[in-house]
């Protein structure tokens, strides 16, 4: 049972190139969300989903774009990055139910020049 | 809207002194409450939670937080710190509704000195 597991580790892209960061999940966990986490801004959610073909914006979505065509694999993609992404990103996964314990992954590091 | 937040960015004590760390939150029902550790380069690991009942909750690892609602806290305590919690914890709340949004304090970071 790897939990979540989240590609690549680090990242340097160049400002304007696209990238997508994978993140999968081997619970069966119907939710799953992605963060981005700051200095001094802790983590602030991206995007989530509420199970496969359902997807809906946090209170930081502009600039990247999600879908989730399994319950196991939540890619997340930037499609033209900019410095201001620059930042370590996490995948997290819960289960439907009241639990609202989330499972998190060991993050991305992108760095954009 | 719900917030959390943790007055302390920064907290060194010496190993075997007692600790506690400060989390208040904002959010019109019965909140979920929880405690987050994360370790260098490592994700998130829940230290405990907050749903109903008992106030003072027990976590993993040796600590323990308090609910206490006339104050809107939710303070993680330990009574002897070791070395290896060396970490930056994170208070949240979790929102009740189709979707468990969970929001974040932006941490406090731990030092322990020997």
């Known amino acids: 049972n790897a939990g979540v597991t989240q590609t690549p580790k680090f990242q340097v892209l160049k400002t304007g190139q696209s990238m997508t960061l994978q993140c999968a999940q081997d619970m069966n966990h119907e939710y799953m969300s992605w963060y981005r986490q700051d200095p001094g801004m802790g983590l602030r959610l991206i995007h989530y989903?509420?199970?496969?073909?359902?997807?809906d914006q946090g209170e930081v979505p502009n600039g990247y774009n999600v879908s989730r065509s399994t319950t196991e694999d939540f890619p997340l993609r930037l499609l033209s990055a900019a410095p201001s992404q620059t930042s370590v990103y996490f995948c997290?996964?819960?289960?439907?139910?009241?639990?609202?314990?989330?499972?998190f992954g060991p993050g991305t590091r992108l760095t954009v020049t | 809207a719900q917030s959390v937040t943790q007055p302390d960015i920064h907290i060194t004590v010496s190993e075997g002194a007692s600790l506690e760390l400060r989390c208040n939150y904002s959010y019109g029902a019965t909140p979920y409450l929880f405690w987050y550790v994360q370790s260098p380069g490592q994700g998130l690991q829940l230290l405990l939670k907050?749903?109903?009942?008992?106030?003072l909750v027990q976590g993993i690892k040796g600590f323990e937080a308090e609910f206490k609602r006339s104050q809107s806290s939710f303070n993680l305590r330990k009574p002897s710190v070791h070395w290896s919690d060396a970490a930056e914890y994170f208070c949240?709340?979790?929102?009740?509704?189709?979707?468990?949004?969970?929001?974040f304090g932006t941490g406090t970071k731990l030092q322990v000195i020997p």
């Open positions: 997290a996964s819960s289960r439907q139910g009241g639990s609202y314990e989330q499972y």
């Open positions: 907050y749903f109903s009942g008992d106030t």
């Open positions: 949240a709340v979790g929102v009740s509704g189709g979707y468990q949004k969970v929001t």
């Open positions: 989903s509420v199970g496969a073909g359902i997807t």
